[in-house]
Structure formats: structure tokens, C-alpha cells
């Protein structure tokens, strides 16, 4: 199966005045196409650390980052950025939604920060609160959606633009466990039926559920 997401070697150094510390201590991994793989681990563990060099927030102190078949190159900022709009969605913990906006703006906003405007982005967006089961609730503000509505537009947002990569970062921590198992479900189905990878990072158990894969890290490392 196609593999849209890998590390090599992975290793984060943080410097603290004059201490370094070691985050990530050589973290090898990869996500295929269509599946779900949860990261779990306590905090500290460097879990979070990890999505954001697989998502091109962070870079590497070490070690090699490939995004849907494009290999990472920490010295060219532009390549980050590039990569993080076309081929990642993300998906966090506080949905990050504009109150100002509905959900469909919402998700619309997401499509012309990728470069893609008028007509083509108002319909794309529709189709991606279709997809996620709130074509009734296009118009709605965040404040007047529950808390599964608010993930689902976020995402719908995520999936704006039709990018392989799906990250999220503990997506049903504000969320009530009949709302997050639902939610979850969903991301499994769409992950699934679009071939997305799909990597969450979750200290909720439910998560196992619906991973096909499961791994673990402690200390920066990998568990066995």
C-alpha cells in the first residue's frame, strides 16, 4: 500500500539556555494510505512533538521527514509551507474555528488560504460539510453548534483541498464519549473511503477502536 507519511531517524533537540534536551531519540515510523494509526504515550512522552514535524510545523534537529512522497528539506521554509497546505489536514483538540464565520465560511477560508477561490471553493466546501454530515448546518456559527458539530467543520476543514495526510491532535478530548466515539467513527469511514492516512495522537482508549494500528512512545522512543 502507497505509504503518504514516513520518518527516519527522527530526532528533536530543544535548547534551554545552555541545556539541550532530546525530545525525539530516533523515531522511525510511516502511515499508508487508507489507515488509521493511533500515537499514544504520556505526557512529555514527545508524542506531540512528533506530529508537528510529520505535520511541517516543527523541523528535525536530525533524521528525514516524507510527506505524500516529498521528502522534507528543514532549510527551505517555503517547501513547509507548500506541503502543509497541499498535502496535510489537521484537526485539533480546540476545533480553531473563526466565530465570526459559519461553518461554511469556515471551511471556504481554509480553501483560499490554499489558493482556491471563487465558485470552485464555496462548492468544494459544501461538499466536505456534506461529507461529514452537516449539509443542515452550513450556515451556523460556532457558537451555535454543539461541541461534535464544531469537530465535524473542523473536519470538513481538513479535508479541504483533498489533501493524503490527515493529523490530529487529541480530536475528542473536549468531547463527550457517545459525541467522540461518533466522531471517530467518522474519521475512520472517511479515512477509509478517500484513502486518506490518518494519524491521531489520543490519550483516549476509544481511539484503539477504530486504529488498525496501534504504537506507543515513551522517553522520545518508540515503544516495542
Known amino acids: 500500500m502507497k505509504k503518504v507519511l514516513e520518518a527516519r531517524g527522527v530526532v528533536k533537540v530543544f535548547e534551554e539556555g545552555s541545556q539541550k534536551v532530546e525530545v525525539l531519540r530516533g523515531v522511525s515510523m510511516e502511515v499508508s494510505a487508507g489507515e488509521v494509526v493511533a500515537l499514544e504515550g504520556p505526557s512529555g512522552s514527545g508524542k506531540t512533538t512528533l506530529l ?22 528543514p532549510s527551505r521554509p517555503s517547501q513547509l509551507r507548500d506541503v502543509r497546505r497541499r498535502s496535510i489536514g489537521f484537526v485539533f483538540q480546540q476545533y480553531n474555528l ?15 488560504v490554499k489558493g482556491r477561490t471563487g465558485r470552485g471553493a464555496h462548492d468544494e466546501a459544501e461538499s466536505a460539510l456534506v461529507r ?11 457558537r451555535d453548534l454543539s461541541g461534535g458539530q464544531k469537530q465535524r467543520v473542523a473536519i470538513a476543514r481538513a479535508l479541504a483541498g483533498s489533501p493524503e495526510v490527515l493529523l490530529a491532535d487529541e480530536p475528542t478530548a473536549n468531547l463527550d464519549s457517545v459525541v467522540g466515539a461518533s466522531v471517530l467513527e467518522l474519521f ?15 490519550h483516549d482508549p476509544k481511539v484503539r477502536d477504530i486504529a488498525d494500528r496501534v504504537v506507543g512512545i515513551r522517553d522520545g522512543r518508540l515503544a516495542a
Open 52 to 73: 508537528s514535524i510529520l505535520g511541517c510545523i516543527l523541523t528535525p534537529t536530525r533524521g528525514e521527514v516524507t510527506v505524500a512522497g516529498e521528502t522534507i528539506d
Open 98 to 112: 473563526f466565530p465570526a464565520l459559519t461553518a461554511l465560511e469556515n471551511v471556504e477560508y481554509a480553501l483560499n
Open 132 to 142: 461529514v454530515g452537516l449539509a443542515d448546518r452550513m450556515h451556523f456559527l460556532p
Open 188 to 202: 475512520r469511514d472517511l479515512a477509509k473511503r478517500e484513502s486518506k492516512g490518518l494519524l491521531i495522537v489520543t
